[in-house]
């Protein structure tokens, strides 16, 4: 038993903070937020240089071969940076499904543009009736000879404005629930009857509605087998979930210790308030849920890197993204409760920290949804 | 980084199991699962089994006859006790005063007590809490005056736990009333059937006679029962508060508990036709627990880890007391949830050791309430959860 960092992984961890504490602070991030894109291109060059966008992928596909400890750690440090930048959604999400699906040419040519910061992808599978049940798709993808034609409401498209080419999942057969029949399918946004709705989410990363209108495109550009697609989905769904949950880990961490901080400075009643037992004891407790949520999520990473069966990485999955929302819901309430009034203000960062973990919260499955699926395992 | 046992220690693991499969008697294990309490004898008999295996010390050094273990075997066999059931050795010994003695007694002492104590020939008792002395411990009224060579003792203990079957008591006692409150205190054994000592049993909500007051008269007290130094007790306490943090979170027990609540839940009718495993916020709250517990153990194993590595349990392990505590007190809840009107009837006799009258519920139903009123002590006990969270403001927060 040995819960330490290797090297590499203590490498990973410097390389993140040392960037967020050079380049990314309050200001910067609001600039980049308000920005068109919405991110920084130049960051996202920086961090293929340093080797990041390369880290969940095979080392035949030209990447690190890291682990999901090796995500956790470095997503944990996003997280304590609150970084805007689509790592999850473009490379962890996307790059994970053409690393699952595609076949040997086609992922070397996708996942090198990926992993040299080239290639920008949005994966489009949620829908407004699936909730967060990922093989419930009611959007269509009939065969026209050799063509696909794609019809269907997306939401909730993470990089969707960004991106260079869509992952659109989609079904080719079967009921709308059926885990049979689903097929993922690169689309370029430019497609004739794609009609993309951009907006910025609550925590400032850009997201999009999409709309499929008898998008026609070529067989071909099925990702994979045809309507095989949903167990690679779930795969790739479980290793974001680690990593989001690592994510806010790092961010909790931030708003607890920004917390203790600005009760020791902060004076009311001739004193400073931390010294309030009232305010105290509910401090400790957002240290031990920053201890439980990060022991979970270490739980979670250590499985999935292992080699236990599918159901048991699965239950470990759910059990670290709904342990993690509860922790979500009582430090970032309770840090903008101790802060007070400067809590709810834009100019704070600790506000915008709270908006990034509750979108992780409600991202990939909320802490109901997994709680609930880790019971019907 | 990984979580896994070595192949010694997944080897010793086997060894703990079977040891336990055997040796652990079945009438033990069938009354435990039932809820019944094991008598004094009983106690004594599975701690000596324990001392002739050679295990009955995992946490004290192999000179005074520990087993020398690892952490991680101490937490393997802590593991195995909790999910077979088996009691943890009456702490108050092996775990409180044994290690005071060895840190801070003469070797007099250390002769005269230890061996006793690992072979469970002696019951030891707790005399620490007084009735206006509770969280705050150092503020203890009870006085023990040098008289020659002896300690003239007076005053009254409280939450005395099992002190009606013990031989000797260990007490904070006042030895000096002009200094800080806790300069005064020094740290006393004391024979229980000294003359003026008496005994008053406090009856718990649960019906149970588990504590007492401890009244002392006069009491003398041989003044070679001092430990260590005159006015230097709060120190040898506070270091035995903080000893033996880690294995404490109780998640073996736990997961042993919720494996017979599922059960007994896929044997409660829910009333519609189906039982109450298949009623869905029932199933839930069940499943929160389990990945409560899922959490536990890993910030356990991260505290052992790092305790492995030569750091010292910090204070970072009065999350284990709390959780442990919290999340042992809503596995109570849900039993009392799922046991409904059975477990209305309160008939505490019928889970003392030979009761030979009609049951009342169904299996150990009406046992629910008894332990969830009972187990609210165990976030006030052992420094109260309040306490635990004082400690990590100030050692962790720096608040």
């Known amino acids: ?377 | 980084m990984n979580a896994e046992f070595t192949k010694q220690e997944l080897a010793f693991q086997d060894e703990v199991r079977t040891f336990l499969q055997s040796e652990f008697p079945k009438d033990y294990r069938s009354k435990i699962d039932a809820n019944i309490r094991l008598s004094k004898e009983e106690i004594v008999d599975w701690q000596k089994i324990l001392y002739r295996k050679g295990w009955a010390a995992p946490s004290w050094p192999e000179e005074f006859g520990g087993t020398g273990w690892s952490q991680i075997q101490k937490h393997i066999f802590a593991n195995e006790m909790g999910s077979i059931g088996a009691p943890e050795p009456v702490p108050f010994g092996m775990k409180m005063v044994a290690p005071i003695i060895m840190a801070y007694g003469s070797d007099e002492q250390k002769a005269r007590f230890l061996p006793d104590i690992l072979e469970s020939n002696v019951w030891w008792c707790q005399g620490y809490s007084e009735p206006n002395a509770g969280s705050d411990l150092a503020s203890l009224k009870t006085s023990a005056v040098r008289d020659g060579e002896h300690y003239v003792v007076n005053g009254a203990k409280t939450w005395n736990t099992y002190g009606q079957y013990a031989d000797w008591i260990f007490c904070l006692v006042r030895t000096d009333n002009s200094v800080k409150k806790q300069e005064g205190i020094s740290f006393l054994l004391i024979d229980m059937h000294s003359p003026g000592i008496s005994l008053k049993p406090i009856v718990l909500i649960d019906g149970h006679p588990e504590v007492n007051e401890v009244f002392f008269d006069d009491v003398r007290v041989p003044a070679e029962n001092l430990i260590g130094e005159e006015n230097k007790g709060w120190s040898y306490a506070k270091v035995l508060l903080t000893h033996e943090r880690t294995n404490i979170s109780g998640v073996p027990r736990g997961r042993r508990r919720l494996r017979s609540l599922k059960r007994l839940a896929t044997e409660t009718d829910d009333g519609f036709g189906a039982n109450m495993m298949e009623n869905q916020i029932f199933k839930n709250k069940i499943a929160s627990l389990e990945i409560e517990l899922e959490a536990l153990e890993y910030a356990e194993l991260r505290t052992l880890a790092s305790v492995s590595a030569g750091k010292a349990p910090g204070p970072e392990s009065s999350i284990l007391k709390i959780v442990g505590t919290e999340i042992a007190q809503r596995i109570d809840e849900i039993f009392v949830e799922l046991a409904a009107l059975q477990c209305l009837p309160y008939v505490p006799e019928q889970f003392e050791d030979g009761y030979q009258g009609a049951s009342i519920g169904i299996e150990s139903s009406a046992s629910a309430t008894l332990t969830y009123f009972n187990n609210r002590k165990a976030s006030i006990y052992g420094g109260s959860n309040e306490i635990q969270r004082n400690i990590i403001c100030k050692a962790v927060l720096g608040l």
């Open chain 1, 1 to 377: 038993m040995d819960f330490s960092y290797s090297e590499v992984q203590q490498m990973l961890q410097d390389s993140v903070q040392k960037f967020v504490s050079k380049s990314y602070d309050f200001d910067t991030r609001m600039k980049i937020i308000a920005s068109e894109e919405g991110y920084s291109k130049e960051n996202w060059q920086l961090f293929a240089e340093l080797g990041w966008l390369a880290v969940p992928f095979s080392e035949e596909s030209g990447g690190l071969g890291g682990s999901v400890v090796d995500l956790m750690v470095m997503m944990e440090e996003f997280g304590k940076g609150n970084l805007v930048e689509p790592f999850l959604a473009s490379v962890v999400l996307c790059g994970g499904l053409v690393s699952e699906l595609a076949d040997e040419d086609r992922k070397a040519e996708k996942l090198g543009r990926v992993i040299s910061g080239d290639l920008m992808l949005a994966c489009a599978f949620a829908e407004a009736g699936s909730r967060f049940n990922l093989s419930k798709v009611a959007t269509s993808a009939a065969s026209n000879g050799n063509n696909i034609v794609i019809n269907g409401k997306k939401i909730a498209v993470l990089n969707g404005p960004n991106a260079d080419e869509l992952l659109v999942v989609a079904r080719e057969s079967g009921t709308e629930t059926d885990p049979d029949g689903i097929s993922v399918f690169c689309v370029p946004p430019a497609t004739e009857g794609v009609t993309v709705r951009p907006f910025t989410n609550v925590d400032g990363q850009k997201s999009s509605e999409i709309d499929f209108n008898s998008v026609v495109i070529p067989a071909t550009a099925r990702l994979g087998e045809k309507g095989n697609a949903l167990g690679a989905l779930e795969k790739v769904a479980d290793r974001v979930i680690v990593g989001l949950s690592a994510e806010a880990v790092g961010a909790l961490e931030v708003l607890l210790r920004k917390t203790v901080e600005y009760s020791k400075t902060r004076k009311q009643f001739g004193t400073s308030i931390g010294t309030f037992q009232a305010l105290q004891h509910r401090m400790a407790d957002m240290f031990i849920e920053c201890q439980l949520a990060r022991s979970i999520v270490v739980m979670a990473a250590m499985k999935l890197d292992s080699a236990e069966g599918q159901r048991e990485k699965t239950k470990a999955v759910s059990a670290a993204k709904s342990r993690v929302g509860k922790a979500i819901r009582s430090v970032g309430q309770e840090s903008v409760q101790i802060h007070g009034g400067i809590g709810v203000t834009n100019e704070l960062d600790v506000g915008h920290y709270f908006k990034r973990v509750t979108a992780l919260e409600i991202m990939f499955g909320n802490t109901d949804y997994h709680t609930e699926r880790f019971a019907s395992l």
